[in-house]
């Protein structure tokens, strides 16, 4: 008899639980469904103090059913190639308790450009690489179930400056102790992030290591875009810009362009830069000069004078004259000719001047002087009589 | 009258317990092995579309290799259980029926944790990265939720054959 009723009991019990065990795994299973159909991912609020940027993202969950969430917790990493770490997300591990609605957390991925050393920087910003990333998630539906999930791959990254090109530099003016020039910078951006801040240049010279430019350009560069501008900077002459008259000269240097982002230099690009200067003054030719009597003291005396304006910048202004001298004295001196020589073009004139006839027997020294824009110069040529 | 072990029995009630034996073994067979066997087939079906390989393997996954087994030796453990209720028999095919379904539920929970891989850039197109998502489910104590049943199950099985002997 009792056998029989324990047997009774137990065929009780079985039908209990199995229903029990139904029911919950259907709670826990409606529980789970509501739950992940409730999260809510807000828009991103954008922080940045000083070189961290800190990038929240809100989550809203609400927990309809019977049984509490806990043990919430979100985190992710970001490395690049070598393992270094680049970004770190995190939440507090927090719990969404049954019945609640709208639980406000925030998910935080911090990225602080101050931890990443400066090549690794650099290469990010430069260089295609591939990202590691590894996010781990994980809840529990207390007591029955707890799932943690891991995401591990592969990202590709595009450099946000690809192909950054600097220009052939253009000289723009000048006064008596600078140049001004410019040179065009261009750089692609095909990433998804954009480069906000400015480029800082350096200009030192190739031969000394000395300062002699310095610049600064505001970069803005939205996602896959292409950036171009003009970097504008002085180049401080050299103290004797009488010589940049009449020779040539290649401007040697070392460009040093360095990127700034939140104040962090993020990276940095050197490159030989070359600027030429051709003389204003170049090709000078001294013709044959030819004598003509003008009375019983004097001959008049004309040399053919012609050069060419080889500078793509300054046109010439000034004067030239010449003038003979015997000895110590200046003995003849003609009259001033303009010189007006836009960049380009050539300049022929003839100098005259009276000379006394006794000058023209007797050795002596013909003076060419030129008074320009840029300065005073004088060639000297011997006349033997 | 027909002789079942120690029991006898009228012809309808063995023609009963067959039917009874026959319908229950028929659903346990279609519950427990004929639909993780064919899992594929059926959710394709139900999606109406072709599962591609690599969901494929996700869902196979989830299927202890073991499983299909131990489900097919339910059927007929329920249908003797059916057609020999209340004979000495009963008490030792509980008891077996029990642990046979005590390790379908191990089986079914993977022990109590189920670990699943996927290649999500396989799963998903036009990623442009590889990535890969590893699921882990503890459901260790829904499974000892599960497990109740069967071990009640064995312990009715040995009251049963107290009762006989």
Redesign the interface.
Same mark, same amino acid.
Request: proline share 7%; hydrophobic share 60%.
């Given at each position: 008899m009792r056998l029989s009723t324990g047997i009774k009991l137990f065929n009780a019990l079985i039908v209990l639980t199995v229903v029990a065990a139904s029911a919950v795994t259907f709670l826990v299973a409606m529980n789970a469904i509501a739950v992940v159909s409730s999260l809510r991912v807000g828009e991103p609020s954008f922080n940045s103090s000083g070189s961290v940027v800190e990038i929240s993202f809100p989550i809203s969950v609400s927990n309809s059913g019977p049984f509490d969430v806990s043990d919430i917790r979100v985190s992710a990493d970001l490395k690049d190639e070598d393992g270094g770490l680049i970004a770190s997300a995190s939440s507090q591990p927090f719990s969404v308790p049954a019945g609640a609605r709208g639980a406000q957390r925030s998910v935080s991925i911090r990225i602080d450009l101050s931890e990443i050393p400066q090549e690794r920087l650099s290469a990010l910003f430069s260089q295609a690489r591939n990202l590691t990333l590894s996010a781990s998630a994980g809840a529990a539906l207390v007591p029955f179930i707890s799932v943690s999930a891991h995401l591990s791959g592969s990202i590709p990254w595009e450099p946000p400056v690809k192909d950054f090109e600097l220009g052939e530099p253009v000289l723009l003016g000048y006064n008596s102790t600078h140049l001004v020039a410019s040179m065009p910078v261009r750089f692609e951006n095909p990433s998804d992030i954009s480069v906000e801040g400015s480029v800082n240049f350096l200009l030192v010279d190739a031969d000394t290591g000395s300062e002699i430019a310095s610049g600064h350009l505001e970069v803005e560069a939205p996602p896959r875009s292409e950036f171009a501008g003009e970097l504008q900077f002085s180049l401080r002459l050299p103290e004797n810009t009488t010589a940049l008259m009449l020779e040539g000269r290649t401007f040697r240097c070392n460009a040093t362009l360095g990127f700034k982002i939140f104040g962090i230099q993020v990276h940095s690009v050197s490159t030989p830069v070359e600027m030429v200067w051709d003389p204003p003054v170049a090709s000078p030719y001294l013709g044959s000069p030819s004598v003509t009597p003008y009375n019983s003291t004097h001959s008049v005396f004309i040399l053919p004078f012609a050069f060419t304006n080889a500078n793509k910048l300054i046109t010439l202004n000034g004067s030239v004259k010449a003038g003979l001298v015997v000895g110590s004295s200046l003995v003849a001196e003609c009259q001033p000719v303009p010189v007006h020589v836009p960049p380009g073009s050539g300049f022929v004139c003839d100098l005259e001047m009276l000379v006394p006839n006794w000058a023209l027997s007797v050795p002596g020294t013909l003076v060419l002087s030129m008074d320009t824009q840029l300065g005073s110069t004088s060639l000297e040529v011997p006349v033997n009589g | 009258m027909v002789r079942l072990i120690d029991l006898d029995v009228s012809g309808a009630s063995l023609a009963a317990r067959l039917a009874l034996g026959a319908i229950l073994g028929g659903l346990a067979f279609l519950v427990f092995y004929y639909v993780p066997a064919n899992l594929l087939g059926i959710a394709s079906n139900l999606a109406g579309v072709e599962i591609p390989p690599q969901a494929a393997g996700v869902i196979s996954s989830l299927i202890e290799p073991a499983l299909p087994s131990v489900g097919l030796a339910l059927a007929p453990a329920i249908f003797l259980c059916a057609l020999f209720r209340g004979t000495k028999a009963y008490g030792p095919l509980t008891i077996a029926l029990s642990l046979i379904f005590a390790a379908y539920v191990f089986l079914f929970f993977h022990g109590g944790a189920i670990s699943v891989a996927a290649p999500?850039?396989q799963l998903v197109g036009g990623l442009?990265?590889?990535?890969? $998502?590893?699921?882990?489910?503890?459901?260790a104590? $829904?499974m000892a #939720?599960?497990l109740?049943?069967p071990a $009640?199950?064995v312990?009715?099985g040995v #009251?049963?054959m107290?009762?006989m002997d």
């Open positions: - | 999500v850039d442009p990265m590889e990535l890969s $998502l590893s699921i882990r489910v503890d459901m104590m $829904l #939720l599960f109740v049943p $009640l199950g312990a009715k #009251l049963l107290m009762k």
